[in-house]
């Protein structure tokens, strides 16, 4: 039987990963104790104290134990926090550690929910291994730790008895992930069809929405921006941006990739794809209407383009989009 800890960080904790975590993983349980007279898991929540308050006091778990309390554990899931992520960060010290030394020196196996990556990260776990997390928060977590590979598209990341999913509901994903390792393929599957979670979905990049990178400082940068946002569906090339601003073409290109982690290319490509994803998702709307809209005209170009950014072809994304409640 494995011994599963469920954190219930200090702070603003996600109470949907921690209590969803507790039903979905009790659930698998008692599936598989009717088939086997066995249980598969025993889950604890775990806190600094108890009982454990949310910062702003709208909820309280009350764990049955501390983390100086716990003698040994298989598997340590660690949920989302909210707020500011330094405060968590600092708030959660003594549990950081506690983390770190389980799986260093005892080689307990971590699981991290959404942005619960970033203390996830505070131990060194990550270093030199990939890690997901929610697709708005996954530039910040590269900059704070650059020794980490962040995979924003990911929807579930392995890494050797580390585990780490994407944005919000997506922690369902790993945990199917995690019954099927403990408990076989079939009780997984049991899981994911009791509880409606698609197995399917191994990419988030479809959920995503490009805002630009804006908190640069660099003022240039920030008008050539500007230019490629207002102007995304006219013939913009490098140069043209270059001459517009008095600046050499090499320079800027360095500056731009520096301030915005993107060439200008790539940036024209993501802002083009975003706006025709938001004409794509109206119902009147057809592909090459999106296309021409967003200044391509070759439809090959176009799908590959969109693909390479989404995951899926401007038809699928539609398909997916345009008709949620039909």
């Given at each position: 039987m494995k011994h599963i800890s469920i954190l219930v960080p200090k702070g603003q904790y996600s109470i949907v990963n921690i209590a969803g975590a507790f039903q979905i993983l009790n659930w698998a349980n008692d599936?598989?104790?009717?088939?086997?007279?066995?249980?598969?898991f025993d889950i604890e929540f775990v806190g600094h104290n108890i009982p454990a308050t949310d910062r702003d006091?709208?909820?309280?778990?009350?764990?049955?134990?501390?983390?100086?309390?716990?003698?040994?554990?298989?598997?340590?899931?660690?949920?989302?926090?909210?707020?500011?992520?330094?405060?968590?960060?600092?708030?959660?010290?003594?549990?950081?550690?506690?983390?770190?030394?389980?799986?260093l020196e005892n080689?307990?196996?971590?699981?991290?929910?959404?942005?619960?990556?970033?203390?996830?990260?505070?131990?060194?776990?990550?270093?030199?291994?990939?890690c997901s997390t929610h697709w708005a928060h996954a530039d910040a977590l590269q900059q704070m730790y650059p020794k980490i590979n962040v995979t924003p598209g990911n929807i579930v990341t392995i890494n050797n008895?580390?585990?780490?999913?994407?944005?919000?509901?997506?922690?369902?994903?790993?945990?199917?992930?995690?019954?099927?390792?403990?408990?076989?393929r079939e009780l997984a599957l049991m899981t994911a069809k009791a509880f409606m979670i698609d197995i399917d979905r191994n990419n988030q990049s479809m959920f995503m929405i490009f805002n630009g990178q804006k908190e640069h400082g660099d003022e240039l940068v920030?008008?050539?921006?500007?230019?490629?946002?207002?102007?995304?569906?006219?013939?913009?090339?490098?140069?043209?941006?270059a001459d517009r601003n008095a600046i050499n073409r090499r320079?800027?290109?360095?500056?731009?990739?520096?301030?915005?982690?993107?060439?200008?290319?790539?940036?024209?490509q993501r802002v083009r794809v975003e706006k025709a994803k938001h004409i794509l998702e109206e119902p009147s709307k057809n592909v090459a209407e999106a296309m021409y809209a967003v200044g391509y005209s070759d439809a090959k170009s176009f799908?590959?383009?969109?693909?390479?950014?989404v995951g899926a072809s401007p038809l699928e994304y539609k398909r997916k989009f345009a008709h949620v409640f039909s």
């Open positions: 599936m598989f104790f009717q088939q086997t007279r066995k249980r598969l006091g709208i909820y309280t778990v009350t764990p049955p134990k501390t983390i100086f309390q716990v003698k040994k554990t298989d598997l340590i899931i660690i949920p989302a926090v909210h707020g500011e992520i330094q405060d968590a960060i600092r708030v959660n010290q003594e549990m950081i550690q506690w983390v770190a030394s389980q799986h080689g307990v196996e971590i699981a991290t929910f959404c942005i619960g990556a970033f203390l996830l990260a505070e131990t060194g776990i990550l270093d030199d291994k990939s008895g580390v585990y780490s999913s994407g944005g919000a509901y997506a922690f369902t994903n790993l945990l199917v992930y995690l019954i099927e390792r403990y408990g076989g920030l008008k050539v921006q500007n230019e490629i946002e207002t102007q995304y569906f006219r013939n913009i090339s490098v140069s043209h941006l320079t800027l290109e360095r500056r731009f990739k520096q301030a915005t982690g993107n060439s200008l290319i790539e940036y024209l799908r590959e383009v969109f693909k390479k950014y």
